[in-house]
T-cell receptor, first 115, second 119 residues
Framework: AQTVTQSQPEMSVQEAETVTLSCTYDTSESNYYLFWYKQPPSRQMILVIRQEAYKQQNATENRFSVNFQKAAKSFSLKISDSQLGDTAMYFCAFMKRGSQGNLIFGKGTKLSVKP | GAVVSQHPSRVICKSGTSVKIECRSLDFQATTMFWYRQFPKQSLMLMATSNEGSKATYEQGVEKDKFLINHASLTLSTLTVTSAHPEDSSFYIC???????????????FGEGSRLTVL
């Protein structure tokens, strides 16, 4: 069975600075996807970034980038130039490639961006 | 991105009544939809997987007769909480997976969620 672990229940960062959220996972699968989702106070889950396990290159989306270490089963999210609107719960998630789409979520990290 | 809409966003009901929550994919056809439950300050727990035209697959510990799921069309799945009790109060979220091209990316699209309060 796959598990996803987020060891930081809460984090805070000053506006315009950089913050890194940690995520580790455990799986015996070789083909899978990893995701970071954002859940703002409005509660709708928003996809932040996606990584395909077979790609060595780390995914980036504007201010968001990941550090994907497949051997270490680590998938951290770096947010650069943090903005007040980045305040939210961030969930790391795993999906086996070829599955119906079952996402396995970590427990989340509450990020607060302070002015 | 694709849009998934949930309705109602909030519902309050009396204990013993049934409540239906709808999940619609507005601009794509969803072969598979997922229903999650989220307790306050906790992660999303998958309740069931629903495929169009077939019975839903429930996760261990989820009562099939309590949480009825119907996926009658490629754009609509419903979750009915039957004989609701206060412990069923929670935030329910659906997500949808599209047809071939979309599903190859592995991306799911989430609804806005529905907060159920059972008095």
């Amino acid at each position: 069975a796959q598990t996803v672990t987020q060891s930081q229940p809460e984090m805070s960062v000053q506006e315009a600075e950089t913050v890194t959220l940690s995520c580790t996972y455990d799986t015996s699968e070789s083909n899978y996807y990893l995701f970071w989702y954002k859940q703002p106070p409005s509660r709708q889950m928003i996809l932040v970034i996606r990584q395909e396990a077979y790609k060595q290159q780390n995914a980036t989306e504007n201010r968001f980038s990941v550090n994907f270490q497949k051997a270490a089963k680590s998938f951290s999210l770096k947010i650069s130039d943090s903005q007040l609107g980045d305040t939210a719960m961030y969930f790391c998630a795993f999906m086996k490639r070829g599955s119906q789409g079952n996402l396995i979520f970590g427990k989340g990290t509450k990020l607060s961006v302070k002015p | 991105g694709a849009v998934v809409s949930q309705h109602p966003s909030r519902v309050i009901c009396k204990s013993g009544t049934s409540v239906k929550i709808e999940c619609r994919s507005l601009d794509f056809q969803a072969t598979t939809m997922f229903w999650y439950r989220q307790f306050p300050k906790q992660s999303l727990m998958l309740m069931a997987t629903s495929n169009e035209g077939s019975k839903a697959t429930y996760e261990q510990g989820v009562e099939k007769d309590k949480f009825l799921i119907n996926h009658a069309s490629l754009t609509l799945s419903t979750l009915t909480v039957t004989s609701a009790h206060p412990e069923d109060s929670s935030f329910y979220i659906c997500s949808a997976k599209g047809l071939a091209g979309m599903s190859n990316t592995g991306e799911l699209f989430f609804g806005e969620g529905s907060r159920l309060t059972v008095l």
